[in-house]
């Protein structure tokens, strides 16, 4: 059974920084893609960042330049490191990778993890 799980969530004030990151487990083939959404209340869950498994990186234009996401292919893992953050942000930020597992090919998806950017 193939999991993601995020962690390094929280409450940050205006101007900080936080770093997110996933781990994957299970019997995992391959990951193409990886990636962030995000969704805040009321609103449509949208792509953050995303990366390639060369490592190219895709961005929203909301947070590039304020927003890095890396990936460690040894071990299946992706990072969010966001700096800049602005009440904005906060949302339910959701992991996600595009894999070849034992089942075939799919998009996984974690459980999220809360961001709140507040004084």
């Known amino acids: 059974q193939v999991q993601l799980v995020e962690s390094g969530g929280g409450l940050v004030q205006p101007g900080g920084s936080l770093r997110l990151s996933c781990a994957t487990s299970g019997r995992i083939f391959s990951i193409n893609a990886m990636g962030w959404y995000r969704q805040a209340p009321g609103k449509q869950r949208e792509l953050v960042a995303a990366?390639?498994?060369?490592?190219?990186?895709n961005y929203a234009d909301s947070v590039k330049g304020r927003f890095t996401i890396s990936r460690d292919n040894a071990k299946n893992t992706v990072s969010l490191q966001m700096n800049s953050l602005k009440p904005e942000d906060t949302a339910v930020y959701y992991c996600y990778a595009d894999m070849v597992a034992l089942y075939g090919r799919h998009d996984y998806w974690g459980q999220g993890t809360q961001v709140t950017v507040s004084s």
């Open positions: 990366i390639t498994s060369g490592g190219s990186p």
